[in-house]
DNA sequence: CAGTGAGCGAGCTTCCGCTTGACTT
């Protein structure tokens, strides 16, 4: 039997540090927290003075036995989970659901997985510190409290099964509010002048005026004025400068980056990193520190020494400078410096790649570059045109690593021709071109993590869950759009020439941004009023801080939360009483044939508009549900009215209506209970004619006939029908096997219903109730 | 399975942060 135990979070590196230890040590791991508040219903005894009541997560149960009977047999039980809030916290809860004996337990910390610093570790040890566990419980307090209270209010004043909390509903504030500084922008239309200019010599160069210019006569006067015209050199200078190398990757770097030259999204990115940790090629992947060890500094060294040469080599510390940071592990870079590349699947080496190039590039040496600006003048104009080059004197890091940035990549700056003050210049061509001002970017998934993570909300392991969250429940989508033509005025100056065109571009065009939803932006401007200081960005810089006393001892963590707790339960409260259901209504004007008032808002089914008021007697209001590609903020009062004109009734046949209409999986003409999709004919609800619907309604009846074994009518309707894969039952829009042992052609009604009735609950459910 | 949109009530949903597998279409 082992003589100690030693306990980390994570497997993959109880494996290592198991290695290093040798026989007396067995080495096991927690897989993170192993207790957690109660589920049901907030799991605090507020009346208690907010006692926690914490219990072993179901899943955890056989792991817990065995720790306790490896703690029990061992002479020294040795905790060393992370060095930060959470990790101090899962150490507390080991000691205290393991029943360990504290005369035989010590807590160790290291924040390298290297031998001589898990061997370190071992000879300073000390006790578990209860300030940082009290700043852990006040967190996980809190938030379950803000948590378990708001989302109610909104089950009750918007919609069920919706969720707020102190991460997600910051996240989808950061949406919603972009997206509105979106609608509100007004482009401003500006000129831009550049030109191709030849040297004496005939070289060839491009400059341009800097200044933006504000309209199409400016820009003809310049050209008009310097038609036929030589510029010179006005001034020239050569300056020195350097650029200097990225720090390693933390989890949000990792997440931006990979999102911008590997187009991955943020939990791609992460699954992907997983493996790579776990194939031992990565250090952890989870972290906010740019911290390299020791032994990575060496390797580091190493590797770029024996590949490129002592020059390239400079070694480098970095420091964090994010909000919150907790740096209990080191900054992501590979195990091995001297692996430049990996097997495995595509994606996996491309990220490898991109580790591995970072870190190493993050201690080379400063690229050398020497800058060249030229000034073109002509005395006819009041503007001088600029000419920038670029030339690289020494490439130190740029020889493996170029940092992307988010902004439109700035055109190459390349190698100037060599000119003198003076020299005559002549020009190729000229254009004045007509730009737009454009609106700020929508968030991508990894430029939203930078934002969270600037200001200090969520840490590493939340941002791709949260994520994930905020699209599950259906206040954001990550979509693509298209964009829309615009034309733009451009005037050419070539030989003696002034050439004015027209031309058009696509703006707007979006792919992979995050787009609010009518339903989170009714969720957010309803927690933002009634929530404020819950929503507000400094609210998690706020608690943080106090997180911070708690862990220093200065505050007791009950009373913080005492404190917190009185008015926000008292909001709450307040809300539920008083506030009215957020509906989003939005008044779009009135409709000009009957004078009735037209509104768009949230119903019971989703986004919907509405033609006159609700509370007339005889006269009903009419509805209809948007499209999935209309929304309540954006929709016109022409829109809206054209909606009311569907379902269109186009004819009768054989007794029962023929008519066509849009719906949630796009248009279509129904007869009966036959509905044909308008998608494949590309044909449109508003103009399809009754002949045109009647044939697609004979084509997908003799379609339905051809797979339909029978068909049971009654409510519901229950049909057998062949499938792709073998027969199924349909009832709705639900599908379900056949079980062995039924023949289908001759299953009765009652069959059916057994069978439904029977089925195995859906995957999503069973997966909850594990 | 084909027109819905109000409110009631039972019983359900929900937080953030640590960790990995075990599930099928």
């Given at each position: 039997m082992a003589k100690n135990l030693l306990i980390v979070e994570s497997p993959a590196k109880a494996g290592t540090i198991e290695k290093y230890l040798g026989k007396d040590f067995v080495v096991k791991s927690?897989?993170?927290?192993?207790r957690d508040l109660?589920?049901?219903?907030?799991?605090?005894k507020i009346e208690d003075g907010f006692e926690p009541v914490y219990v072993i997560d179901p899943d955890k149960k056989k792991l817990v036995t065995e720790l306790k009977k490896l703690a029990k047999d061992a002479e020294m039980v040795w905790l060393a989970t992370d060095e930060d809030r959470e990790g101090e916290a899962i150490s507390w809860h080991l000691a205290e659901a393991l029943k360990l004996n504290p005369d035989k337990t010590k807590r160790i910390t290291f924040n390298e997985i290297t031998k001589p610093a898990v061997l370190r570790s071992l000879e300073n040890p000390r006790t578990i510190n209860n300030n940082l566990v009290d700043a852990q419980q006040a967190r996980r307090v809190l938030d379950r409290l803000v948590g378990f209270e708001l989302s109610p209010v909104l089950w009750k004043k918007v919609k069920p099964a919706l969720s707020a909390g102190r991460v997600q509903s910051v996240a989808v504030r950061l949406i919603v509010e972009r997206e509105r500084e979106i609608l509100d922008f007004k482009p401003e239309t500006y000129f831009k002048v550049n030109g191709k200019f030849k040297n004496t010599k005939g070289e060839l160069f491009k400059a341009e005026i800097s200044d933006k210019l504000n309209s199409e006569a400016e820009v003809k006067e310049i050209l008009e004025a310097v038609k036929g015209d030589h510029f010179s050199v006005k001034d020239l200078q050569v300056k020195p400068g350097k650029k200097t190398p990225a720090p390693p990757f933390t989890t949000s770097t990792l997440q931006q980056e990979a999102s911008r030259k590997l187009s991955f999204s943020v939990s791609q990115t992460m699954g992907v990193a997983q493996k790579l940790y776990e194939a031992g090629?990565?250090?952890?992947?989870?972290?906010?520190s740019v911290n390299l060890s020791e032994t990575a500094l060496n390797g580091a060294r190493d590797a770029i020494t024996s590949e490129f040469g002592n020059k390239y080599h400079k070694q480098r510390q970095y420091t964090s400078k994010s909000k919150g940071a907790q740096e209990a592990h080191e900054a992501i870079?590979?195990?091995?410096?001297?692996?430049?590349e990996i097997s495995g699947d595509n994606q996996a080496q491309r990220l490898y790649e991109l580790i591995w190039k970072r870190a190493i590039a993050s201690q080379m040496s400063d690229a050398e570059i020497e800058r060249t600006t030229v000034l073109l003048e002509n005395n006819a104009i009041n503007y001088d045109f600029r000419a920038k080059g670029e030339v690289i004197k020494f490439d130190g890091f740029l020889k493996v690593y170029i940092e992307s940035t988010d902004d439109e990549p700035a055109e190459e700056a390349g190698i100037l021709p060599s000119m003198t003050i003076g020299e005559s210049i002549a020009y190729d061509v000229i254009t004045g071109t007509q730009r737009f001002t454009h609106h700020p970017p929508r968030y991508s998934e990894a430029r939203l993590v930078k934002k969270l993570e600037e200001q200090g909300i969520g840490r590493p392991s939340t941002y791709a869950p949260t994520i994930s969250t905020v699209q599950k429940r259906g206040y954001v989508v990550k979509e693509e759009r298209p964009g829309k033509e615009r034309s733009y005025i451009q005037l050419e100056l070539a030989g003696k020439e002034v050439a004015r065109s027209q031309k058009t571009e696509i703006t707007g065009a979006e792919k992979g941004k995050l787009f609010p939803t009518d339903i989170g932006m009714v969720v957010n401007d309803f927690l933002v009023e009634n929530f404020e200081g819950i929503l507000d960005y400094g609210f998690t810089a706020e608690v943080e801080d106090q997180f911070d006393r708690i862990a220093s001892g200065e505050i007791q963590w009950k009373k913080m939360i005492e404190k917190f707790y009185g008015p926000f339960h008292e909001t709450v409260e307040n809300t539920l009483e008083h506030s009215e259901r957020a509906t989003g209504e939005r008044h779009l004007g009135e409709d000009p044939k009957t004078g009735k008032e037209v509104i768009a808002r949230i119903g019971r089914y989703g986004p919907m508009v509405q033609l006159g008021k609700t509370d007339e007697e005889e006269d009903k209001p009419q509805f209809a549900s948007l499209r999935s590609d209309q929304s309540i903020a954006t929709i016109t009062l022409e829109d809206a009215l054209e909606l009311f004109?569907?379902?269109?009734?186009?004819g009768e046949l054989e007794g029962k209506k023929v008519q066509a209409n849009i719906g949630r999986f796009g248009p279509y003409v129904q007869w009966g209970s036959t509905f044909a999709s308008l998608k494949a004919s590309g044909l449109d609800p508003m103009e399809v004619d009754y002949d045109q619907a009647v044939e697609l309604i004979q084509e997908k009846v003799k379609a339905d006939k051809e797979k339909t074994i029978n068909i049971f009518d009654g409510k519901p309707v229950i049909k057998v029908l062949k499938g792709r894969y073998g027969p199924y039952i349909a009832v709705g829009r639900k599908n379900f096997k056949i079980p062995k042992g039924f023949e289908p052609e001759e299953l009765d009604r009652a069959q059916c219903e057994q069978i439904i009735n029977e089925a195995p609950a859906k995957k999503t459910k069973t997966k909850k109730k594990k």
């Open positions: 927690s897989y993170g927290h192993i109660e589920k049901k219903e907030t799991g605090v090629y990565i250090t952890y992947m989870r972290t906010d870079r590979p195990t091995d410096f001297t692996r430049a004109k569907l379902p269109r009734v186009l």
